[in-house]
């Protein structure tokens, strides 16, 4: 690669996939008949070791790919891929081409790779069968694994009955081999393996070994919880050793200490080890030819200040080349790199863009319906579960229905493309997808009718996942039976269902920021860098949120200068105008045109915009606990970490501090984890223990959760003798104010598990770590743009995964610690996320509308104002008419949501797409009349 930013010459190989990509339907088969990779490897029955891999993703086409472990490359031996397959896709002639694009900007996402295990003896990884890693345990689960979804011993192929999981196999270590950082997601992913097992089997026991319970994610402590209370479940904090195996059996035997039986050896039928997250294997080569730099741990360097920049201009990094994380942030870094790219060449935007054209629309509603069903396997999510192909059968013998077709991924590009084929080959004239739930997919389905030349409302959408294999997966024949009734409904419902249209709305390409902390300030700033006007409420008399009383961040980052240059750049940027004392008193309007109303600085303003951005922040909780407000020497740790700056006398020279975790959350209250109250206090640690290192300081703890490269910090302050002493919620530290010698001290006490005992620890001052609480104005801004919350009164995001800074409201988003706790590099991340989706919509003149609205027949309608009452978007009114006042709805601010449908007395509200015609058929064809009259004999 040469050039630079805004000019790079890139040279790429292409690696031959041995497929004919045009041939290769996905179906596996040739997956099935591989035979292992490498016939000399251990756990060759559990491991993914295949040649040929299929590879999903709904962008790229579900087709396989051989790599260079193929036994017929290695020596011509085998040729059993090409042998099954029934299209003669196998191309064992294809060589590698290179290609040179010429670009203005580069994203590095290439990921990492699990941990090895082998790589360290006494895991035993390699050398006893039923050691498998959590890479191995995930295939096992998988309805295209070894056994089809059976975990299986690959000893004897048996239903292992005991099982244990090892924690941090390859993190939190500094023996050769392994890492010292967190990798972030073994915790959760081994809860759900965990639950996913005792689905599988209710006998099943489960015991999981590990450090500390990182369940720092949105939604995951409930989610630690809902694993740790299924019965038969062990959560057993320590460090076991792997003793050995049985020669006869191939058990394994771990030996382990606890605090109240002292060392134990207890016997497993199987062991998995929760591998960690490495660079990946290609870091240094890849740094070399882009010229970036590697942080210590081999993943990419960035800026503290921007963690999607790289060392080199114009080349940007999301994902977990940025270090260890979950899907959620990846997929907001992904979002926020591209926003960074968007910036960067703005002067570009739309030279290579196309609008895409769709076939003419045949008119089909003269037609008798001519039905296509078509059920999705979802790989093991429904397949598993639901006996897919005598759904299929069923599905045939349905009124209407002339085909009826399984596939393994329908939302994949080829099987999407192959539903548009066989309507035009079949003359379908309507299309029933039996999958998953329509609040992700329909979309992207009625895009499918559209390029059949069909009407995109002739499709519906029967649920056999949320609403049947995932709530009865230990009932699988009568899941298949309920699943044959949905569709069976589903089909009625087609049958009925008539062609809308949608229409066009212009879309005002400004963007409304409320809030003015990092988050906002960054998003704002983002946006406006690509053109558009931001206006900007905050509603403090500055700028800068709670960042500014936080002093520095672990890192070393000075936030101060920090938001004093963005700070800077936001008021010296002619796009963006900020309204100080800003108080939101309306919201109206729709997607692309909402019309909000501020009150800044005693004046009334209507901000019109396309699009809204909610990044209102968070506050700190004030503790009622532990004699805080009553003893001026008990501090929040924020509060200590501001007091630390000012260089306080009382603070900086104090012979003892203790710092107690956890205050205000983990609790019946606030059952979340507030994510950066570890990482805080272990930054004030530090910073007084290189103060005074003769001060006495004391953490006491439930989990340390210094995930990623934190865990390195949490590491120098054990070794700087920070003394970290954990408590159990049920037995908290117990805090009074005593006189002794004269001298009044703060004296905490602590049970140490450990040493079996309470201790007695005197402070001179004591640091609570506060929660993160949703900030006071979150529930008001909520009802303003009419978006949800969390259970916790955080925002609610449309999708935890897919969509991760969205709301469910079109053109409404969400970034910052208004989302949920954060630090200040993930809220620049998803800051950047959040102004990369907006941009989505801004980008386009106009924005596509349901057709999916509500109607009045102004003959039905008595006027008495029930549905204007009833709906919450101000989307109907009365108007005149020659048969006087008639309520009317306003297409373009109605949403659909029928709930003036069913207030409507004399039922002149028609919801175009739920007609009653459509739901009562659904509703008759749930249940048959001759099963009413078998129920009504049986009653008798």
Same mark, same amino acid.
């Given at each position: 690669?040469?050039?630079?930013?805004?000019?790079?010459?890139?040279?790429?190989?292409?690696?031959?996939?041995?497929?004919?990509?045009?041939?290769?339907?996905?179906?596996?088969?040739?997956?099935?008949?591989?035979?292992?990779?490498?016939?000399?490897?251990?756990?060759?029955?559990?491991?993914?070791?295949?040649?040929?891999? @299929?590879?999903?993703?709904?962008?790229?086409?579900?087709?396989?790919?051989?790599?260079?472990?193929?036994?017929?490359?290695?020596?011509?031996?085998?040729?059993?891929?090409? %042998?099954?397959?029934?299209?003669?896709?196998?191309?064992?002639?294809? =060589?590698?081409?290179?290609?040179?694009?010429?670009?203005?900007?580069?994203?590095?996402?290439? %990921?990492?790779?699990?941990?090895?295990?082998?790589?360290?003896?006494?895991?035993?990884?390699?050398?006893?069968?039923?050691?498998?890693?959590?890479?191995?345990?995930?295939?096992?689960?998988?309805?295209?694994?070894?056994?089809? %979804?059976?975990?299986?011993?690959?000893?004897?192929?048996?239903?292992?009955?005991?099982?244990?999981? +090892?924690?941090?196999?390859?993190?939190?270590?500094?023996?050769?081999?392994?890492?010292?950082?967190?990798?972030?997601?073994?915790?959760?992913?081994?809860?759900?393996?965990?639950?996913?097992?005792?689905?599988?089997?209710?006998?099943?026991?489960?015991?999981?070994?590990?450090?500390?319970?990182?369940?720092?994610?949105?939604?995951?402590?409930?989610?630690?919880?809902?694993?740790?209370?299924?019965?038969?479940?062990?959560? +057993?904090?320590?460090?076991?050793?792997?003793?050995?195996?049985?020669?006869?059996?191939?058990?394994?035997?771990?030996?382990?200490?606890?605090?109240?039986?002292?060392?134990?050896?207890?016997?497993?039928?199987?062991?998995?080890?929760?591998?960690?997250?490495?660079?990946?294997?290609?870091?240094?080569?890849?740094?070399?030819?882009?010229?970036?730099?590697?942080?210590?741990?081999?993943?990419?360097?960035?800026? =503290?200040?921007?963690?999607?920049?790289?060392?080199?201009?114009?080349?940007?990094?999301?994902?977990?080349?940025?270090?260890?994380?979950?899907?959620?942030?990846?997929?907001?870094?992904?979002?926020?790199?591209?926003?960074?790219?968007?910036?960067?060449?703005?002067?570009?935007?739309?030279?290579?863009?196309?609008?895409?054209?769709?076939?003419?629309?045949?008119?089909?509603?003269?037609?008798?319906?001519?039905?296509?069903?078509? @059920?999705?396997?979802?790989?093991?999510?429904?397949?598993?579960?639901?006996?897919?192909?005598?759904?299929?059968?069923?599905?045939?013998?349905?009124?209407?229905?002339?085909?009826?077709?399984?596939?393994?991924?329908?939302?994949? =590009?080829?099987?999407?493309?192959?539903?548009?084929?066989?309507?035009?080959?079949?003359?379908?004239?309507?299309?029933?997808?039996?999958?998953?739930?329509?609040?992700?997919?329909?979309?992207?389905?009625?895009?499918?009718?559209?390029?059949? %030349?069909?009407?995109?409302?002739?499709?519906?959408?029967?649920?056999?996942?949320?609403?049947?294999?995932? @709530?009865?997966?230990?009932?699988?024949?009568?899941?298949?039976?309920?699943?044959?009734?949905?569709?069976?409904?589903?089909?009625?419902?087609?049958?009925?269902?008539?062609?809308?249209?949608?229409?066009?709305?212009?879309?005002?390409?400004?963007?409304?920021?409320?809030?003015?902390?990092?988050?906002?300030?960054?998003?704002?700033?983002?946006?406006?860098?690509?053109?558009?006007?931001?206006?900007?409420?905050?509603?403090?008399?500055?700028?800068?949120?709670?960042?500014?009383?936080?002093?520095?961040?672990?890192?070393?980052?000075?936030?101060?200068?920090?938001?004093?240059?963005?700070?800077?750049?936001?008021?010296?940027?002619?796009?963006?105008?900020?309204?100080?004392? *800003?108080?939101? =008193?309306?919201?109206?309007?729709?997607?692309? /045109?909402?019309?909000?109303?501020?009150?800044?600085?005693?004046?009334?303003?209507?901000?019109?915009?396309?699009?809204?951005?909610?990044?209102?922040?968070?506050?700190?909780?004030?503790?009622?606990?532990?004699?805080?407000?009553?003893?001026?020497?008990?501090?929040?740790?924020?509060?200590?970490?501001?007091?630390?700056?000012?260089?306080?006398?009382?603070?900086?020279?104090?012979?003892?501090?203790?710092?107690?975790?956890?205050?205000?959350?983990?609790?019946?209250?606030?059952?979340?984890?507030?994510?950066?109250?570890?990482?805080?206090?272990?930054?004030?640690?530090?910073?007084?223990?290189?103060?005074?290192?003769?001060?006495?300081?004391?953490?006491?703890?439930?989990?340390?959760?210094?995930?990623?490269?934190?865990?390195?910090?949490?590491?120098?302050?054990?070794?700087?003798?920070?003394?970290?002493?954990?408590?159990?919620?049920?037995?908290?530290?117990?805090?009074?104010?005593?006189?002794?010698?004269?001298?009044?001290?703060?004296?905490?006490?602590?049970?140490?598990?450990?040493?079996?005992?309470?201790?007695?620890?005197?402070?001179? @001052?004591?640091?609570?770590? *506060?929660?993160?609480?949703?900030?006071?104005?979150?529930?008001?801004?909520?009802?303003?743009?009419?978006?949800?919350?969390?259970?916790?009164?955080?925002?609610?995001?449309?999708?935890?995964?897919?969509?991760?800074?969205?709301?469910?409201?079109?053109?409404?988003?969400?970034?910052?610690?208004?989302?949920?706790?954060?630090?200040?590099?993930?809220?620049? /991340?998803?800051?950047?996320?959040?102004?990369?989706?907006?941009?989505?919509?801004?980008?386009?003149?106009?924005?596509?509308?349901?057709?999916?609205?509500?109607?009045?027949?102004?003959?039905?309608?008595?006027?008495?104002?029930?549905?204007?009452?009833?709906?919450?978007?101000?989307?109907?009114?009365?108007?005149?008419?020659?048969?006087?006042?008639?309520?009317?709805?306003?297409?373009?601010?109605?949403?659909?949501?029928?709930?003036?449908?069913?207030?409507?007395?004399?039922?002149? +509200?028609?919801?175009?797409?739920?007609?009653?015609?459509?739901?009562?058929?659904?509703?008759?064809?749930?249940?048959?009349?001759?099963?009413?009259?078998?129920?009504?004999?049986?009653?008798?």
């Amino acid at each position: 690669m040469d050039g630079e930013a805004g000019d790079f010459n890139v040279t790429l190989t292409r690696k031959p996939r041995y497929i004919d990509e045009d041939k290769c339907t996905g179906c596996g088969t040739c997956t099935k008949y591989c035979p292992k990779v490498y016939p000399d490897q251990f756990n060759q029955g559990i491991s993914d070791n295949k040649a040929v891999h @299929v590879y999903f993703s709904q962008a790229i086409p579900l087709v396989a790919y051989i790599d260079e472990g193929c036994l017929y490359l290695k020596d011509g031996k085998c040729d059993i891929c090409r %042998g099954v397959c029934k299209t003669g896709a196998i191309d064992f002639k294809q =060589t590698a081409e290179k290609v040179e694009v010429n670009v203005g900007t580069i994203i590095l996402s290439s %990921g990492i790779q699990p941990f090895d295990p082998t790589e360290v003896e006494e895991y035993g990884y390699g050398k006893m069968q039923n050691v498998v890693t959590s890479m191995d345990y995930e295939r096992l689960l998988s309805a295209t694994g070894p056994y089809e %979804g059976e975990i299986l011993r690959g000893s004897d192929q048996k239903h292992p009955q005991k099982i244990a999981w +090892i924690q941090c196999v390859g993190s939190r270590r500094v023996t050769p081999g392994e890492n010292s950082y967190c990798s972030g997601v073994c915790c959760t992913y081994t809860q759900k393996q965990v639950i996913l097992t005792k689905d599988h089997g209710e006998e099943t026991e489960c015991t999981v070994f590990h450090n500390d319970i990182r369940s720092h994610g949105k939604d995951f402590e409930r989610y630690y919880q809902r694993a740790e209370q299924l019965p038969g479940v062990r959560f +057993i904090r320590g460090y076991p050793s792997i003793v050995r195996e049985d020669p006869e059996t191939r058990n394994i035997f771990l030996k382990y200490a606890t605090n109240d039986e002292g060392v134990k050896e207890e016997e497993f039928d199987m062991v998995v080890l929760s591998v960690g997250l490495n660079p990946p294997a290609d870091n240094e080569v890849l740094a070399g030819k882009f010229g970036i730099g590697l942080n210590s741990h081999g993943f990419s360097e960035i800026e =503290t200040e921007n963690p999607m920049k790289t060392t080199r201009p114009g080349i940007f990094v999301s994902g977990a080349f940025q270090g260890p994380t979950d899907i959620p942030e990846a997929v907001f870094s992904a979002s926020g790199a591209s926003a960074q790219c968007g910036e960067f060449l703005d002067y570009r935007r739309g030279r290579l863009s196309r609008e895409r054209v769709y076939p003419p629309e045949r008119d089909v509603s003269k037609e008798e319906p001519k039905i296509g069903v078509f @059920v999705c396997h979802c790989g093991a999510n429904i397949g598993s579960v639901v006996n897919v192909p005598s759904a299929v059968e069923d599905a045939l013998t349905l009124p209407n229905v002339v085909y009826a077709k399984e596939q393994l991924f329908s939302c994949a =590009t080829n099987s999407a493309q192959e539903i548009t084929d066989l309507a035009k080959e079949k003359g379908l004239n309507r299309v029933v997808i039996a999958a998953c739930s329509p609040r992700t997919l329909e979309p992207l389905f009625r895009d499918t009718l559209r390029e059949a %030349g069909l009407n995109p409302y002739y499709f519906d959408m029967a649920n056999i996942r949320e609403h049947c294999s995932w @709530v009865h997966s230990k009932q699988k024949e009568e899941a298949t039976e309920k699943a044959k009734d949905i569709i069976r409904m589903s089909v009625a419902r087609t049958r009925h269902l008539e062609p809308l249209q949608e229409f066009d709305l212009s879309v005002n390409k400004t963007a409304l920021v409320v809030g003015g902390g990092v988050a906002g300030m960054t998003c704002a700033l983002s946006i406006a860098n690509q053109g558009h006007e931001v206006c900007l409420v905050e509603k403090d008399t500055d700028l800068g949120g709670m960042a500014k009383r936080i002093p520095t961040t672990l890192e070393g980052l000075d936030v101060n200068a920090y938001l004093r240059d963005v700070i800077g750049k936001v008021y010296a940027h002619p796009l963006i105008h900020v309204s100080h004392d *800003a108080t939101i =008193t309306d919201v109206s309007g729709y997607v692309g /045109n909402f019309i909000t109303t501020v009150e800044s600085e005693g004046r009334i303003n209507k901000i019109k915009h396309g699009a809204a951005i909610l990044a209102t922040g968070a506050d700190e909780y004030t503790p009622t606990e532990y004699l805080y407000g009553q003893d001026d020497r008990v501090l929040t740790s924020v509060e200590l970490g501001e007091q630390i700056a000012r260089g306080d006398e009382k603070i900086v020279n104090a012979q003892s501090l203790v710092m107690i975790q956890c205050v205000g959350c983990r609790n019946e209250d606030r059952n979340y984890c507030s994510r950066v109250c570890c990482s805080h206090s272990v930054k004030n640690a530090l910073k007084l223990r290189e103060l005074n290192p003769q001060m006495a300081i004391y953490i006491l703890f439930r989990d340390m959760r210094t995930y990623g490269f934190n865990e390195d910090y949490y590491r120098e302050a054990s070794e700087k003798d920070v003394r970290f002493i954990r408590y159990e919620p049920e037995d908290k530290p117990q805090v009074e104010a005593v006189e002794e010698g004269g001298k009044s001290i703060l004296r905490v006490t602590v049970p140490d598990p450990i040493l079996g005992q309470r201790l007695e620890l005197d402070a001179d @001052v004591l640091s609570l770590a *506060a929660a993160v609480i949703p900030s006071a104005s979150t529930n008001e801004v909520a009802g303003f743009f009419k978006v949800t919350l969390s259970p916790d009164d955080f925002f609610k995001e449309a999708h935890v995964k897919l969509k991760p800074v969205e709301f469910a409201a079109d053109g409404v988003y969400l970034c910052g610690t208004a989302h949920y706790p954060k630090h200040i590099q993930e809220t620049i /991340n998803q800051a950047y996320g959040a102004a990369g989706r907006v941009l989505t919509l801004l980008s386009h003149d106009t924005v596509v509308a349901s057709g999916s609205v509500c109607e009045v027949k102004e003959n039905d309608c008595v006027s008495c104002g029930a549905c204007i009452t009833a709906c919450t978007y101000g989307a109907i009114e009365f108007r005149d008419t020659p048969k006087g006042k008639k309520a009317w709805v306003n297409p373009v601010l109605c949403k659909g949501d029928g709930v003036c449908n069913a207030k409507c007395p004399t039922n002149a +509200i028609v919801l175009k797409h739920f007609t009653d015609e459509e739901l009562c058929s659904q509703i008759d064809a749930a249940v048959t009349d001759e099963e009413i009259i078998q129920q009504i004999d049986a009653a008798a």
